[in-house]
């Protein structure tokens, strides 16, 4: 089992920065592909980010491709996103993610543990 907890996540303007954080426990994340997810009211959770977990190959959806960058800390148990030139369609809720050994990185339904999820809200 990996327990994950979001934080990070508040009240900005549009272009605007925050960096959200995921810390894991219970078992290491080296062994687990890590992915950002984010939900937005009314909508289906969508794909944001992903790190592999044997590459250092990532993974963005189109809307925050040169705008968001995930990251990982293996030694820490910690994975990151870093959010610059924050959009109001950048607000949802966001949701760190992990797959034992994953492949498809986007994929909702791949990940097996998920967190409760930060609110990232962007005002105009």
């Known amino acids: 089992q990996v327990q994950l907890v979001e934080s990070g996540g508040g009240l900005v303007q549009a272009g605007d920065s925050l960096r959200l954080s995921c810390a894991a426990s219970g078992r290491s994340i080296s062994q687990y592909t890590m992915a950002w997810f984010r939900q937005a009211p009314g909508k289906e959770r969508e794909f944001v980010a992903a790190t592999r977990w044997n590459s250092d190959r990532t993974d963005y959806a189109d809307s925050v491709k040169g705008r968001f960058t995930i990251s990982r800390d293996n030694a820490k148990n910690t994975v990151l996103l870093q959010m610059n030139s924050l959009y109001r369609a950048d607000t949802a809720v966001y949701y760190c993610?992990?797959?034992?050994?994953?492949?498809?990185?986007?994929?909702?339904?791949?990940?097996?543990?998920w967190g409760q999820g930060t609110q990232v809200t962007v005002s105009s």
């Open positions: 993610a992990a797959d034992f050994r994953g492949w498809t990185m986007s994929r909702v339904t791949e990940y097996e543990f």
